[in-house]
T-cell receptor, first 113, second 113 residues
Framework: AAGVIQSPRHLIKEKRETATLKCYPI?????VYWYQQGPGQDPQFLIS???????DKGSIPDRFSAQQFSDYHSELNMSSLELGDSALYFC????????????FGPGTRLTVL | GENVEQHPSTLSVQEGDSAVIKCTYS??????FPWYKQELGKRPQLIID?????GEKKDQRIAVTLNKTAKHFSLHITETQPEDSAVYFC????????????FGRGTSLIVHP
């Protein structure tokens, strides 16, 4: 069965650079979530989209933005990168907002030097 | 997460023993509680979930109980095996009326052969 796809899997950037992470949800899933997980930490919810509209917002910094496109894939744009942005970034998708289980992608490991 | 307390942070058991992880939540309107298993560097994987209209759910060696009055839910793993070793996260899915998934801080389960 098709799973959530994230690209790239690994990314190394310098401070103050920008990064774009991509997420391709499971086909027919209409909701996408982004999470940030620091080393030894729990996943922190950043933002979600339902039917291409922003749904809920969590602890996403103002330097980050995201959107969901007409084909339901989503991109997380990160600017003015800081050392503290180094983390695993997970995307998850679900069929319906609120009540269905989330399927996580393999994650993108971002390292900021 | 600030709205979900998870205990213990570390749990060490012998193979074949049972393991119990407990979480408490604060939003009485919360109605969906998933549990995730995460191996090092891998994605969180849903292992069981419970909705607020039931008090217990079981899937082979894994069970979850929910006490809505006390606002806590627990994960029970029986006949533990070394491959159960991982970090387990509980989650609450409502914060202030919005669908903002909040994870507990995680329990590192170690099953000794």
């Amino acid at each position: 069965a098709a799973g959530v796809i994230q690209s790239p899997r690994h990314l190394i950037k310098e401070k103050r650079e920008t990064a774009t992470l991509k997420c391709y949800p499971i086909p027919r899933h209409d909701t996408v979530y982004w999470y940030q997980q620091g080393p030894g930490q729990d996943p922190q919810f950043l933002i979600s989209f339902y039917e291409k509209m922003q749904s809920d917002k969590g602890s996403i910094p103002d330097r980050f933005s995201a959107q969901q496109f007409s084909d339901y894939h989503s991109e997380l744009n990160m600017s003015s990168l800081e050392l503290g942005d180094s983390a695993l970034y997970f995307c998850a998708s679900s069929l319906k907002l609120h009540y269905n289980e989330q399927f996580f992608g393999p994650g993108t490991r971002l390292t900021v030097l | 997460g600030e709205n979900v307390e998870q205990h213990p942070s570390t749990l060490s058991v012998q193979e074949g023993d049972s393991a119990v992880i407990k979480c408490t939540y604060s939003d009485s309107a919360s109605n969906y509680f998933p549990w995730y298993k995460q191996e090092l560097g891998k994605r969180p994987q849903l292992i069981i979930d419970i909705r607020s209209n039931v008090g217990e759910k079981k899937d082979q060696r894994i069970a979850v109980t929910l006490n809505k009055t006390a606002k806590h839910f627990s994960l029970h793993i029986t006949e533990t095996q070394p491959e159960d070793s991982a970090v387990y996260f509980c989650a609450d899915t409502l914060r202030g009326g919005s669908y903002i998934p909040t994870f507990g801080r995680g329990t590192s389960l170690i099953v000794h052969p």
